[in-house]
Nanobody, 115 residues
Framework: QVQLVESGGGLVPAGGSMRLSCAAS????????MGWYRQVPGKERELVAA???????YDPVYVKGRFTISRDNAKNTVFLQMDSLKPEDTAVYYC?????????WGQGTQVTVSS
C-alpha cells in the first residue's frame, strides 16, 4: 500500500508560478512511476507529467516548456513546478503513483489561475 499526500495549490494570477509537492509513504517497493494528473468538471482526468525512479520524464505537449516534474527518491517526494500558468490550467491536480500493479491517488488539490 502507498499513501500520497499533496501540498501546494491555491489561487495564482495568469502568468504566475506555483509548485505542488506530493509525499509518498508506505511500501517503498511499490513507489515507482510518480506523476500528476488534472481534472476539470465534465472532463476526463488527464496526465500532466510523470517521472520514473531513474528520472526519465514525460510531459504532454500542452504543458511542455511550462511545467517541470522532479522527484527526490530519498524522500519519496515528487514535485511539479508550474510556470507561465494560464486560466485553462485551472483544475484539481492529483498526485499519482503506479507501482505493484496498482494506481494510487492523492486527495487532489485545487489550482485556480485567474485571468
Amino acid at each position: 500500500q502507498v499513501q500520497l499526500v499533496e501540498s501546494g495549490g491555491g489561487l495564482v494570477p495568469a502568468g504566475g508560478s506555483m509548485r505542488l509537492s506530493c509525499a509518498a509513504s508506505g511500501d517503498p517497493s511499490c513507489i515507482s512511476v510518480m506523476g500528476w494528473y488534472r481534472q476539470v468538471p465534465g472532463k476526463e482526468r488527464e496526465l500532466v507529467a510523470a517521472i520514473t525512479r531513474a528520472g526519465t520524464t514525460y510531459d504532454p505537449v500542452y504543458v511542455k516548456g511550462r511545467f517541470t516534474i522532479s522527484r527526490d527518491n530519498a524522500k519519496n517526494t515528487v514535485f511539479l513546478q508550474m510556470d507561465s500558468l494560464k486560466p485553462e490550467d485551472t483544475a484539481v491536480y492529483y498526485c499519482n503513483n503506479k507501482g505493484c500493479g496498482n494506481d494510487y491517488w492523492g486527495q487532489g488539490t485545487q489550482v485556480t489561475v485567474s485571468s
